[in-house]
C-alpha cells in the first residue's frame, strides 16, 4: 500500500495574477475578478470533516493550480473506506507553443518546468484547465464525496459536465447550461459536490460551445477495492500515466477543419514532411517493465466525425472494459473508437525490451485529410530516448502471422449473418461488434419485463440560410433562457417544450418545414424503457445519455430510408431482433447509431430530473443535435432552489 499527503496551504493563501501575463500569450485582459460563489449549498457535516474548503479566493494566481500527483484521494482503495475530496480546477485562456515554450522547443524535459503545452509544434490558442491540456487527471475510489471549484478565468461563460457519474442525488450538479444549471459567467466560482457513485474511466468536460474542442477536457477515474474488482487479477499496475485522451483537434479558430489528431495532448506535425522518427516531434511515452501486466484506458475526445483506431505494434490487447462498465474479456489485436467512447484493456509486457508504437487511425473526416498519431511504448531496459523504428502505421496485422487480425467496435457496422443474436459473433474473419461484448454483470430486470418503447430518429435539415442543421426527431434544439431542472415550477409545460407531441397539436409537420425549439421528451418514471434510435444519415452517430447507463440490445443496418421511416411498422413485424433475455448485453453511456441503421437501449427510469440525449460530435452537438430526456414529473424531481439569471 502507499500513500500520498498534499499541503492544503496553498488553497488558504491569497495568491496573485502578476506572471500569468507574462506566461501566455491568450489576448485576454487578465483581471484581478471578483470571485463569487454561485452554488451557495450549505455545506453537509460530513464533508467538514478533514476536508479544507476554500471559501475565499481573494486573488487568483492562475500559476499555481495544475495537477493532482499529491493528493491524498489518489490511494490504494480499501473496503468500506471513503474520503471526501476536493478540488480546484481553473478554466482559462492559454496556447500550444505560446511564449512561455523556450527551452521546450529544444529540450523535451524542459516542456514540464515552463509549463509550456508543445502540442504538435504548432501554435494555437486552446483553453487549458490549471495550464493543462488535457486537463489534470483526478482520481477517486467509488463512494468518494467530490467538491470541486471551477474557476472561470475565459471570457465566456462555462460548465463542467461529470460524463459518467449518474448523479441520482444530486441532478444539479451534471454541468449541462440551462438545463441542469446556470452557466459559470467569466469572474465566477461554481462548486460541484457530488457522490462518486460508480467506479470505471469517466472523464470531465465543459459542456458549452466549442470549449471541449479548445481542451477542456480530463479523465476521472474511478477506482475499486480489490475485493470488488471482477478483473483485479488480471493486471499487476494500474497508473495514470497510462490513461490515454485522443483528441481531434482544430488550429487557431477554424472550426470547420479538423487539421491533426494528438495523444495526451501530443503527437507528430502533419504540416511538415519530417518522418514519424524525427526527433522534433513530441510523443506521449508510457513506460512498462518486462514480465508486468498494465492496465491501460484510453479515450476519444471527439470534436469532428473522425472514428478512430488504436492498436500497439506488436502487442495483444485483453479488452476488460468499455465506457467504464466491465466486460467478460476479450483478447483482440485493437479497437474502435467513436467520441465519448472509452475502452480498458490490460497489456502484458511480454515482448523484447524495446520501444514500440501506439497506433491511432483516423478515418471518415480524418481519413480525408489521412491523419493518424502515434505514441510510444517504451520497456524498460530501451533507451528512453529513441523512437520505435519504421512507420507508425505500419502493417494492419495480428501479432500472430498465421491469423487474421481482431478488431472491436468496429464503426463501419456489418450486419450479422446470424439470424439469432443468441451467439456471440466472434470469427476470425470478422471484427467483433458492440453488440457482441458481454457485460460481467446480468441485466438488472427479470425476463419477464415489459418494456416501454419509445422511437427517436437521428438526421439534417438545411436552414433557409444554408447552413446545416442536426435534429433529433426532426427538432434542432435551441437552448432555453433558464435553467429546466432549477426553473420547472415557472413555466407550464405544455407551452415551453417543443416536442413531436406539441408541434402535431400546433398543425406543424417538421418533416416538410424547419422545427427549432426547447425540445424535451417526457419519460415517466421509474419504468422500463426501451429507446430505439435510428439513424437516417450514412455516417455513423455516437449517441450519449446523461444520468444512466444503458444495456445495448439491438443494432443493425436497414440501408434504406423507406423502412427507417417505417421503423414503428418493422418493429411490430420482427424485423429487428434483441438479444435473448438472458444475454448479459453490454453496459455503455455512448453508443454507435450505424449509418442508415439503428440501436435499441434498454434501462429503468429510475433517476428522475432533466438527463441531455445528444450526439457526442462536438460539431454535431452544437448544431442541434440534442434533446433532454424529462424522466418523472415535476413532483418526483429533486427541488432544487430556483436562480434566476442576471
Not at 439 to 466: C, D, H, I, M
Request: charged share 20%.
Amino acid at each position: 500500500m502507499w500513500c500520498l499527503v498534499v499541503d492544503f496551504a496553498l488553497a488558504q493563501q491569497n495568491l496573485k495574477p502578476e506572471n500569468l501575463e507574462q506566461e501566455s500569450s491568450a489576448k485576454i485582459d487578465w483581471l484581478t475578478f471578483p470571485w463569487s460563489h454561485r452554488n451557495k449549498t450549505k455545506k453537509e457535516s460530513h464533508l467538514s470533516a478533514g476536508l479544507q474548503l476554500k471559501d475565499d479566493y481573494g486573488q487568483a494566481d492562475i500559476s499555481s493550480f495544475s495537477g493532482f500527483e499529491r493528493h491524498p484521494c489518489r490511494r490504494v482503495c480499501q473496503q468500506g473506506q471513503s474520503q471526501s475530496c476536493y478540488y480546484q480546477l481553473v478554466v482559462h485562456n492559454y496556447r500550444r507553443l505560446g511564449p512561455e515554450c523556450q527551452r521546450c522547443q529544444f529540450d523535451e524535459r524542459a516542456c514540464a518546468d515552463e509549463r509550456c503545452i508543445y502540442g504538435d509544434g504548432v501554435a494555437s490558442p486552446v483553453m487549458a484547465v490549471n495550464r493543462m491540456v488535457p486537463g489534470p487527471a483526478i482520481e477517486l475510489c467509488e463512494n468518494d464525496t467530490v467538491v470541486v471549484d471551477v474557476l472561470n478565468y475565459l471570457n465566456e461563460p462555462t460548465t463542467m459536465h461529470w460524463h459518467g457519474i449518474h448523479m441520482s442525488r444530486s441532478p444539479e450538479m451534471d454541468g449541462v447550461p440551462h438545463v441542469t444549471q446556470y452557466p459559470v459567467e467569466p469572474g465566477e466560482v461554481f462548486r460541484y459536490e457530488f457522490l462518486a457513485d460508480r467506479s470505471g474511466s469517466l472523464w470531465y468536460h465543459s459542456h458549452m460551445g466549442w470549449q471541449r474542442g479548445f481542451g477542456v477536457a480530463g479523465n476521472l477515474i474511478v477506482r475499486q477495492p480489490h475485493q470488488a474488482n471482477p478483473h483485479a487479477r488480471l493486471y499487476d499496475y494500474d497508473l495514470v500515466e497510462h490513461a490515454l485522451m485522443v483528441q481531434d483537434i482544430f488550429y487557431d479558430y477554424d472550426i470547420q477543419q479538423v487539421r491533426n489528431i494528438l495523444i495526451n495532448g501530443k503527437g507528430r506535425n502533419h504540416l511538415s514532411q519530417l518522418p514519424d522518427q524525427d526527433a522534433r516531434h513530441r510523443y506521449e511515452r508510457l513506460r512498462v517493465t518486462p514480465g508486468y501486466r498494465y492496465r491501460m484506458r484510453v479515450l476519444l475526445n471527439g470534436i469532428f466525425n473522425c472514428p478512430v483506431e488504436f492498436s500497439i505494434e506488436q502487442h495483444k490487447l485483453l479488452i476488460i472494459s468499455t465506457d467504464g462498465n466491465d466486460i467478460e474479456p476479450v483478447l483482440a489485436d485493437g479497437f474502435f473508437l467513436t467520441s465519448a467512447e472509452r475502452f480498458d484493456f490490460v497489456l502484458e509486457a511480454n515482448q523484447y525490451a524495446k520501444n514500440y508504437w501506439v497506433r491511432v487511425r483516423g478515418y471518415e473526416q480524418c481519413a480525408d485529410r489521412k491523419l493518424y498519431q502515434g505514441a510510444v511504448l517504451s520497456y524498460r531496459g530501451a533507451a528512453r530516448s529513441e523512437l520505435p523504428q519504421g512507420d507508425i502505421l505500419g502493417s494492419r496485422q495480428s501479432r500472430d502471422q498465421d491469423e487474421p487480425p481482431l478488431f472491436i467496435n468496429d464503426f463501419r457496422f456489418k450486419p450479422l449473418k446470424n439470424s439469432s443474436l443468441t451467439l456471440r459473433q466472434f470469427s476470425k474473419d470478422q471484427d467483433v461488434g458492440t453488440l457482441s461484448l458481454r457485460s460481467v454483470e446480468p441485466v438488472p430486470w427479470p425476463s419477464y419485463t415489459k418494456f416501454l418503447t419509445y422511437y427517436s430518429s437521428l438526421s439534417t435539415r438545411q436552414a433557409p440560410n444554408g447552413e446545416l442543421l442536426f435534429q433529433i426527431d426532426e427538432i434542432s434544439y435551441i437552448s432555453p433562457g433558464i435553467s429546466l431542472l432549477q426553473g420547472r415550477h415557472l413555466y407550464k409545460d405544455d407551452g415551453y417544450y417543443s416536442n413531436r407531441s406539441s408541434l402535431a397539436a400546433q398543425g406543424r409537420n417538421c418533416a416538410r418545414e424547419l422545427c427549432e425549439g426547447v425540445h424535451v421528451i417526457r419519460l415517466p418514471a421509474y419504468r422500463a424503457i426501451e429507446m430505439v434510435v435510428t439513424n437516417h444519415m450514412e455516417p455513423t452517430h455516437p449517441i450519449h445519455l446523461h444520468g444512466y447507463t444503458f444495456r445495448l440490445v439491438g443494432q443493425g443496418v436497414l440501408g434504406n430510408q423507406n423502412d427507417l421511416k417505417n421503423i414503428r411498422e418493422l418493429d411490430r413485424r420482427g424485423r429487428l431482433p434483441r438479444l435473448s433475455n438472458d444475454y448479459a448485453a453490454v453496459a455503455k453511456d455512448t453508443v454507435q447509431v450505424p449509418g442508415l441503421g439503428y440501436v435499441i437501449l434498454r434501462f429503468i427510469s429510475d433517476n428522475p430530473g432533466f438527463w441531455s440525449y445528444h450526439c457526442h460530435i462536438e460539431a454535431h452537438t452544437v448544431q442541434g443535435m440534442l434533446a433532454v430526456l424529462k424522466v418523472g414529473g415535476d413532483n418526483q424531481i429533486k427541488r432544487i432552489p430556483a436562480r434566476v439569471g442576471c
